[in-house]
């Protein structure tokens, strides 16, 4: 034999191995698991049976899952901090009777997004960080008195 498998290929390959790369794009994109179900045209309970079964497609999804955030974390931060954008402006002119175009370049600023400040700093700076400080400071007090009473318990 010349090491090639006989026969149909299964639903599986049909489905997953030929449309690896389709499939976490779709993830990167934003897709739901339940829209890239429908697009291979599978029934959920297959989709989740391979997802257990394969431990590619688990990875498929979680490496396409992953960009998406990794994507949608660098705008909030973005988003967060502001910063400037150049928009270009076509205007046209008649002059001595010739049409002439003349672009012009505009810096504009954005001022820091308040909400994403919050959030930002809620996910990465959770110790010091909290809409009620006073909430803060009483869970705080919760986990010392946890740590503490873990310690005794190992005595």
């Known amino acids: 034999m010349n090491g090639k498998k006989r026969g149909r290929k299964s639903l599986y390959e049909k489905k997953i191995l030929l449309n690896k790369k389709n499939i ?3 993830f990167e ?3 739901t698991e339940r829209q890239v179900i429908k697009w ?3 029934s ?5 049976r391979w997802k257990k079964q394969y431990s590619e497609l688990s990875d498929i999804c979680k490496e396409g899952k992953q960009e998406l955030i990794s994507k949608l974390r660098g ?3 973005e988003r967060a901090l502001g910063g400037s954008y150049t928009e270009e402006r076509t205007t ?3 002059v001595d009777g010739k049409e002439q175009k003349e672009t012009i370049k505009i810096t504009k600023m954005v001022l820091p997004d308040v909400a994403a400040l919050n959030l930002c700093l809620k996910n990465y700076d959770k110790e010091n960080w909290a809409n009620d ?3 803060l400071d009483i869970k705080k007090e919760e986990n010392e008195i946890r740590r503490k009473k ?3 318990d190992d005595w």
């Open 24 to 26: 976490k794009s779709m």
């Open 29 to 31: 994109q934003g897709a």
């Open 40 to 42: 291979l045209g599978i």
């Open 44 to 48: 959920a309970d297959t989709f989740y």
């Open 75 to 77: 705008k909030l931060v």
């Open 92 to 94: 046209t002119k008649i």
């Open 133 to 135: 400080p006073q909430m």
């Open 150 to 152: 873990a310690e005794a």
